[in-house]
C-alpha cells in the first residue's frame, strides 16, 4: 500500500484506489489529496480484500490497466460477499474505454465513471468525488471549498452562478412549504375529506411532484452552463478583445509597419509591405465541442467569406469528411466519442483526406501528446484561447502551400 499523508495509516480511509500502479494516477491523487487526507492505494487482490473487511471505504476507484481488469476485481470483490455495505464505485479508464465504461454506469455495474487518460475534465472529477463523498458522509461540505478549487473566475459570473444556487434552495423550500400547506387541509365531514384526500392523490401531489422535477432540472442545466462558461468566456475574451484586427495576414503586416516607431531607421533593402489581398474563399470544417469557441471560430472565418461547416465531435466529423472534400480542417484535440488524434488517424484512411490540411486546437500543452497527434500529418497547431491573428495566419500558411481542392 502506499502510504500518503502522515495520518494516513491511522484513519478509516473515506476513498480506496485500486490499481497496477500510480505512474499514470498522479492528477486523480492529487484531487483525491485535495477532498480528503483519508486516501489509500491498493495493488494486490490480499490487501485490497483487507482493507475492504477491517474499513468498509465508502468510495471506491477501480482504475486497473483496463475496464475488463477493474470488472474482474470489482466482480470478485462481490462475489466474496466483501462489498455488502453501503458504497459509491467509480471507474477511471482510458478515453478509448469511455464507452464501455458508459454502458458499465447504465447497466448500474458503478455509480459514476471518468476518463484520467488523457486527464483533460479534472472539474468533472472533482464535482464526481465531492458529491460522493457527501452523499457518503449525509452533509454538504461544498462550503470547505477554497476559490483556488475552482479557478478564476470573473465576479459576475460567480455573483451569478450563486444567485442561481440560491434560487434552487429557494424553489425547494417554497415546494416544501406548499406541500405542507396541503397536507394540512382538512374536509368539513367524510365526504368532503375522502374527496380532498381522493384529489391530492390523484392530482395535486402528482402536479407538485412534475413541476419540482421540472424546476429544479432547468436550474441544475443552467447552473452546469454556467459553471462550464468559466473557460469558455477565456476564449471568448481571447477573440472579440483584440482591437484593430485586419482582415487578412498581409494586411496585419501592413500595419504593423504603420504602428512601427516613426524614427525607426528603414532598410534599404527591406521589401516593401505586400498590398492587402483579399483571402481566397476556401471550404473550412471546425470540428470544436466548445459551442462559444465554435461560434467565434466560425465567425471569423465567415467575416473572411469562406465557406464553412462545422462538427462537434470526432465521430461527426469522420462522417462529414467521408462524404465532403474540404480545403482545410481546424481540429479540437479533446472531444467527445473520438479525440483529435484518432479522428485524424480516421480520416488519414480516406484517399481525399490524406493531404488535407489540418490545424489543432487544444489548451494541452503536453508535448509528446502533440507530437504524436503530428506525426500523422498537421499543417500547424494553435493554443487555446487563440487570438484571431493567429487564425488568419494559419488560413495564410495553408493557402501559401496547399492548391485548393476545387
Same mark, same amino acid.
Given at each position: 500500500?502506499? +502510504?500518503?499523508?502522515? =495520518?494516513?495509516?491511522?484513519?478509516?480511509?473515506?476513498?480506496?484506489?485500486?490499481?497496477?500502479?500510480?505512474?499514470?494516477?498522479? +492528477?486523480?491523487?492529487?484531487?483525491?489529496?485535495?477532498?480528503?487526507?483519508?486516501?489509500? &492505494? %491498493?495493488? #494486490?487482490?490480499?490487501?485490497?480484500?483487507?482493507?475492504?473487511?477491517?474499513?468498509?471505504? !465508502?468510495?471506491?476507484?477501480?482504475?486497473?490497466?483496463?475496464?475488463?481488469?477493474?470488472?474482474?476485481?470489482? &466482480?470478485?470483490?462481490?462475489?466474496?460477499?466483501?462489498?455488502?455495505?453501503? #458504497?459509491?464505485?467509480?471507474?477511471?479508464?482510458?478515453?478509448?474505454?469511455?464507452?464501455?465504461?458508459?454502458?458499465?454506469?447504465?447497466?448500474?455495474?458503478?455509480?459514476?465513471?471518468?476518463? #484520467?487518460?488523457?486527464?483533460?475534465?479534472?472539474?468533472?472529477?472533482?464535482?464526481?468525488?465531492?458529491?460522493?463523498?457527501?452523499?457518503?458522509?449525509?452533509?454538504?461540505?461544498?462550503?470547505?471549498?477554497?476559490?483556488?478549487?475552482? +479557478?478564476?473566475?470573473?465576479?459576475?459570473?460567480?455573483?451569478?452562478?450563486?444567485?442561481?444556487?440560491?434560487?434552487?434552495?429557494?424553489?425547494?423550500?417554497?415546494?416544501?412549504?406548499?406541500?405542507?400547506?396541503?397536507?394540512?387541509?382538512?374536509?368539513?365531514?367524510?365526504?368532503?375529506?375522502?374527496?380532498?384526500?381522493?384529489?391530492?392523490?390523484?392530482?395535486?401531489?402528482?402536479?407538485?411532484?412534475?413541476?419540482?422535477?421540472?424546476?429544479?432540472?432547468?436550474?441544475?442545466?443552467?447552473?452546469?452552463?454556467?459553471?462550464? $462558461?468559466? %473557460?469558455?468566456?477565456?476564449?471568448?475574451?481571447?477573440?472579440?478583445?483584440?482591437? @484593430?484586427?485586419? @482582415?487578412?495576414?498581409?494586411?496585419?503586416?501592413?500595419?504593423?509597419?504603420?504602428?512601427?516607431?516613426?524614427?525607426? !531607421?528603414?532598410?534599404?533593402?527591406?521589401?516593401? !509591405?505586400?498590398?492587402?489581398?483579399?483571402? $481566397?474563399?476556401?471550404?473550412?470544417?471546425? %470540428?470544436?465541442?466548445?459551442?462559444?469557441? @465554435?461560434?467565434?471560430?466560425?465567425?471569423?472565418?465567415?467575416?473572411?467569406?469562406?465557406?464553412?461547416?462545422?462538427?462537434?465531435?470526432?465521430?461527426?466529423?469522420?462522417?462529414?469528411?467521408?462524404?465532403?472534400?474540404?480545403?482545410?480542417?481546424?481540429?479540437?484535440?479533446?472531444?467527445?466519442?473520438?479525440?483529435?488524434?484518432?479522428?485524424?488517424?480516421?480520416?488519414?484512411?480516406?484517399?481525399?483526406?490524406?493531404?488535407?490540411?489540418?490545424?489543432?486546437?487544444?489548451?494541452?500543452?503536453?508535448?509528446?501528446?502533440?507530437?504524436?497527434?503530428?506525426?500523422? +500529418?498537421?499543417?500547424?497547431?494553435?493554443?487555446?484561447?487563440?487570438?484571431?491573428?493567429?487564425?488568419?495566419?494559419?488560413?495564410?500558411?495553408?493557402?501559401?502551400?496547399? =492548391? &485548393?481542392? #476545387?
Amino acid at each position: 500500500m502506499t +502510504g500518503n499523508s502522515p =495520518n494516513h495509516a491511522q484513519r478509516r480511509p473515506q476513498v480506496i484506489i485500486i490499481c497496477d500502479n500510480t505512474d499514470e494516477l498522479t +492528477g486523480v491523487i492529487e484531487i483525491v489529496e485535495a477532498h480528503t487526507d483519508a486516501y489509500r &492505494t %491498493v495493488f #494486490h487482490w490480499e490487501e485490497t480484500a483487507e482493507l475492504i473487511v477491517e474499513t468498509n471505504p !465508502p468510495i471506491i476507484l477501480m482504475a486497473k490497466n483496463d475496464v475488463a481488469g477493474s470488472i474482474e476485481i470489482y &466482480t470478485e470483490l462481490s462475489k466474496q460477499g466483501l462489498l455488502n455495505y453501503p #458504497h459509491k464505485n467509480i471507474l477511471l479508464c482510458e478515453n478509448k474505454e469511455s464507452g464501455i465504461a458508459f454502458k458499465c454506469c447504465m447497466k448500474d455495474i458503478f455509480s459514476d465513471y471518468f476518463v #484520467h487518460k488523457p486527464m483533460y475534465e479534472n472539474y468533472r472529477f472533482r464535482m464526481i468525488l465531492h458529491n460522493a463523498l457527501n452523499q457518503v458522509s449525509g452533509s454538504n461540505k461544498s462550503a470547505q471549498l477554497q476559490e483556488a478549487h475552482f +479557478g478564476k473566475i470573473d465576479d459576475k459570473l460567480r455573483v451569478l452562478i450563486d444567485d442561481v444556487a440560491q434560487y434552487r434552495a429557494k424553489t425547494e423550500d417554497n415546494f416544501a412549504q406548499t406541500r405542507d400547506e396541503i397536507a394540512k387541509q382538512q374536509g368539513h365531514n367524510d365526504v368532503q375529506k375522502q374527496m380532498l384526500e381522493q384529489l391530492k392523490e390523484q392530482h395535486i401531489n402528482p402536479l407538485m411532484a412534475q413541476l419540482e422535477h421540472q424546476l429544479t432540472s432547468s436550474v441544475e442545466l443552467l447552473k452546469s452552463q454556467l459553471k462550464d $462558461k468559466q %473557460v469558455s468566456l477565456a476564449e471568448l475574451s481571447a477573440l472579440l478583445t483584440e482591437k @484593430r484586427v485586419p @482582415r487578412s495576414v498581409s494586411a496585419a503586416q501592413m500595419q504593423s509597419a504603420k504602428e512601427a516607431p516613426a524614427t525607426a !531607421p528603414k532598410s534599404e533593402s527591406a521589401a516593401q !509591405p505586400a498590398k492587402p489581398e483579399v483571402p $481566397k474563399k476556401m471550404r473550412i470544417l471546425v %470540428v470544436e465541442d466548445n459551442e462559444i469557441y @465554435r461560434e467565434m471560430l466560425l465567425k471569423i472565418l465567415r467575416e473572411e467569406d469562406h465557406i464553412t461547416e462545422y462538427a462537434t465531435t470526432g465521430l461527426e466529423a469522420v462522417k462529414l469528411l467521408k462524404k465532403k472534400k474540404f480545403d482545410m480542417v481546424f481540429m479540437d484535440l479533446f472531444m467527445p466519442e473520438l479525440d483529435g488524434y484518432n479522428t485524424t488517424k480516421n480520416i488519414r484512411t480516406f484517399k481525399h483526406c490524406k493531404t488535407l490540411p489540418i490545424i489543432a486546437l487544444s489548451t494541452n500543452r503536453n508535448k509528446e501528446l502533440i507530437r504524436k497527434w503530428a506525426s500523422l +500529418g498537421l499543417m500547424g497547431y494553435i493554443t487555446k484561447p487563440s487570438t484571431k491573428l493567429a487564425i488568419l495566419k494559419a488560413i495564410d500558411k495553408v493557402q501559401g502551400s496547399y =492548391n &485548393t481542392a #476545387h
